[in-house]
T-cell receptor, first 115, second 110 residues
């Protein structure tokens, strides 16, 4: 069964450094998402992406964050200058189409630790 | 802004019995509801969903019930198995956004 893959599985970085989290969505999917889950908290929406542009973003997704689909298969999340509070699990997800009966499919996440 | 709530952080059930996980929501415009299962160190895995025009959807041991008037969603697992032990998230969809509950940790005791 096709799956969403994320790399790396764990990233440790120093505060103020830039990180890029990578995702390969399911190949025939059209909608792409990033979510994060801070330890012990709920899964939070960051951004959705369709047709090579951001379609929606949350308040969390400020100017420090950006997304890109550089080559038609990868979908990346960049955090320009990491803060301690960016430490979380980051999940990439994709969806085939918009509408009902089209669930999100998640990757296994990247655990980001900012020290 | 907690549009989807799971008020029980944990649940323990004996193997073979029924597990009932509950979820409440506030936005009556949600039109699609989902349950996800999550093991440690893995991403959420889609389990079952229901459209807002239905009140029940069944897939093997898993049944999702939707009560729109109460804005309440539940997941029934019967019979429960030890391998069902995981964190279960409910989610609700409107437009292109999904809102997740905080999760219920289910432990099925052999």
């Amino acid at each position: 069964e096709p799956e969403v893959t994320q790399t790396p599985s764990h990233q440790v970085t120093q505060m103020g450094q830039e990180v890029i989290l990578r995702c390969v969505p399911i190949s025939n999917h059209l909608y792409f998402y990033w979510y994060r889950q801070i330890l012990g908290q709920k899964v939070e929406f960051l951004v959705s992406f369709y047709n090579n542009e951001i379609s929606e973003k949350s308040e969390i997704f400020d100017d420090q964050f950006s997304v890109e689909r550089p080559d038609g298969s990868n979908f990346t999340l960049k955090i320009r200058s990491t803060k301690l509070e960016d430490s979380a699990m980051y999940f990439c997800a994709s969806r085939a189409v918009r509408g009902i009966n089209s669930p999100l499919h998640f990757g296994n996440g990247t655990r980001l630790t900012v020290t | 802004d907690q549009q989807v709530k799971q008020n029980s952080p944990s649940l323990s059930v004996q193997e073979g019995r029924i597990s009932i996980l509950n979820c409440d929501y506030t936005n009556s415009m949600f039109d699609y509801f989902l349950w996800y299962k999550k093991y440690p160190a893995e991403g959420p895995t889609f389990l079952i969903s229901i459209s807002s025009i239905k009140d029940k959807n069944e897939d093997g041991r898993f049944t999702v019930f939707l009560n729109k008037s109460a804005k309440h969603l539940s997941l029934h697992i019967v019979p429960s198995q030890p391998g069902d032990s995981a964190v279960y998230f409910c989610a609700a969809n409107i437009s292109n956004q999904f809102y997740f509950g905080t999760g219920t940790s289910l432990t099925v005791i052999p």
